[in-house]
């Protein structure tokens, strides 16, 4: 009986990983793949396994220094990039209940790339609970001036299993506009922001999913923030 438990206990996480990290990843491949959409003006971000993201709602107007520097200054870390190390790292902190103000972020994917740049902000003792954002920069055309950065920012409220694939995950809340507003208001303070935009129409679709089974609603409008040298 002994022998057999211990089997079990070596087989199952092998098969819940085989499952949820291997073969549900194939799967959603396979079907994005048979039946492509092609979008060259993404309103949504996507996972790996090209599944629906966080919707996209901010755009940072200024170089890499000069943002990095105006997202400090309004109280957000840079996340550590994401590895073994680092994923080990947030695994530990939080089940021991401890504060990892840089930890890492999933990987989501736009125009074929992992995000350039993400910070985060802490709302808990650990990283259980976090404010995010996931910035891309965007290709530059004549006569544009600062480079631009598209983002999404949403709100981790927990760690859980994925809707979609069971993968454990951070799960997000669904109003994701009140983080782009919190974004805004944080970086409004810094005194750094010279000009203050809300885009409506950005998006068409008001609500979804994104790859870990989460709700989310929006109003639809994108924050477009530029962004001055900072002293």
Same mark, same amino acid.
């Given at each position: 009986?002994?022998?057999? =438990?211990?089997?079990?206990?070596?087989?199952?996480?092998?098969?819940?990983? &085989? *499952?949820?990290? !291997?073969?549900?990843? #194939?799967?959603? %491949?396979?079907?994005?793949?048979?039946?492509?959409?092609?979008?060259?003006?993404?309103?949504?971000? @996507?996972?790996?396994?090209?599944?629906?993201?966080?919707?996209?709602?901010? =755009?940072?107007?200024?170089?890499?220094?000069?943002?990095?520097?105006? =997202? #400090?200054?309004?109280?957000?870390?840079?996340?550590?990039?994401?590895?073994?190390?680092?994923?080990?790292?947030?695994?530990?902190?939080? =089940? #021991?209940?401890?504060?990892?103000?840089?930890?890492?972020?999933?990987?989501?994917?736009?125009?074929?790339?992992?995000?350039?740049? *993400?910070? @985060?902000?802490?709302?808990?003792?650990?990283?259980?609970?976090?404010?995010?954002?996931?910035?891309?920069?965007? *290709?530059?055309?004549?006569?544009?001036?600062?480079?631009?950065?598209?983002?999404? !920012?949403?709100?981790?409220?927990?760690?859980?299993?994925?809707?979609?694939?069971?993968?454990? /995950?951070?799960?997000?809340?669904? @109003?994701? %506009?009140?983080?782009?507003?919190? #974004?805004?208001?944080?970086?409004?303070?810094?005194?750094? !922001?010279?000009?203050?935009?809300?885009?409506?129409?950005?998006?068409?679709?008001?609500?979804?999913?994104?790859?870990?089974?989460?709700?989310?609603?929006? %109003?639809?409008?994108?924050?477009?923030? /530029?962004? &001055?040298?900072?002293?």
């Amino acid at each position: 009986m002994r022998r057999r =438990m211990a089997v079990a206990l070596i087989v199952l996480p092998v098969l819940y990983a &085989a *499952a949820a990290y !291997v073969l549900a990843p #194939l799967a959603w %491949d396979f079907i994005d793949r048979s039946s492509p959409v092609p979008d060259t003006s993404p309103r949504l971000t @996507e996972t790996a396994d090209h599944r629906p993201g966080d919707p996209l709602n901010v =755009m940072l107007i200024a170089d890499e220094a000069r943002l990095t520097a105006a =997202m #400090l200054a309004a109280g957000w870390t840079a996340a550590d990039p994401l590895g073994v190390r680092s994923a080990l790292d947030i695994a530990a902190d939080i =089940m #021991l209940d401890r504060p990892y103000a840089a930890a890492p972020v999933s990987r989501l994917y736009l125009f074929g790339r992992a995000e350039d740049l *993400a910070f @985060e902000k802490p709302a808990g003792p650990d990283p259980k609970t976090r404010h995010h954002v996931r910035l891309w920069r965007l *290709a530059e055309t004549a006569g544009e001036g600062a480079p631009r950065f598209i983002g999404a !920012v949403s709100f981790d409220k927990g760690i859980g299993f994925s809707r979609e694939t069971g993968q454990l /995950t951070h799960h997000i809340s669904a @109003e994701v %506009d009140r983080e782009r507003d919190g #974004l805004r208001n944080d970086l409004e303070r810094t005194g750094l !922001v010279t000009r203050s935009v809300l885009e409506p129409g950005f998006h068409p679709v008001l609500s979804g999913r994104n790859g870990g089974g989460d709700s989310w609603v929006t %109003d639809g409008a994108l924050w477009i923030g /530029t962004l &001055a040298a900072t002293p």
